[in-house]
């Protein structure tokens, strides 16, 4: 049994980087085994992944946001994080931590974030 806690700003300025962490709670003694991603959705449209870190800790992504994203994770807390840079008004989503990549098992309920100014 797995739960994952999505927390950061809600509101981040344009040319700013978002940075957001995923707690977990899980019954397993580390999350280093298993492969954790972000997926996001922007309003009005549909899921969007991001990318996933694998349980060797390589880091894959999405070819449109490989250029400005770094997903990273803490083994010692449980904790994995994004980082999204350079964001724009299109970067408006609800994201969600997930457990898995090509077959998602478990969600975050997801963080709203808005890009304005």
């Known amino acids: 049994q797995v739960r994952l806690q999505e927390s950061g700003p809600g509101l981040v300025k344009p040319s700013q980087t978002l940075s957001l962490s995923c707690t977990v709670s899980?019954?397993?003694?580390?999350?280093?085994?298993?492969?954790w991603g972000w997926i996001r959705q922007p309003p009005g449209e549909g899921l969007e992944w991001m990318g996933a870190?694998?349980?060797?800790?390589?880091?894959h992504y999405s070819p449109s946001l490989k250029s400005r994203t770094v997903i990273s994770r803490d083994t010692s807390k449980n904790v994995i994080s994004l980082q999204l840079n350079s964001v724009t008004p299109e970067d408006t989503a609800v994201y969600y931590c997930v457990r898995g990549s090509n077959a998602i098992d478990s969600w975050g309920q997801g963080t709203q974030v808005t890009v304005s100014s």
């Open positions: 870190i694998a349980n060797d800790g390589s880091a």
């Open positions: 899980t019954d397993s003694i580390t999350i280093k085994y298993d492969t």
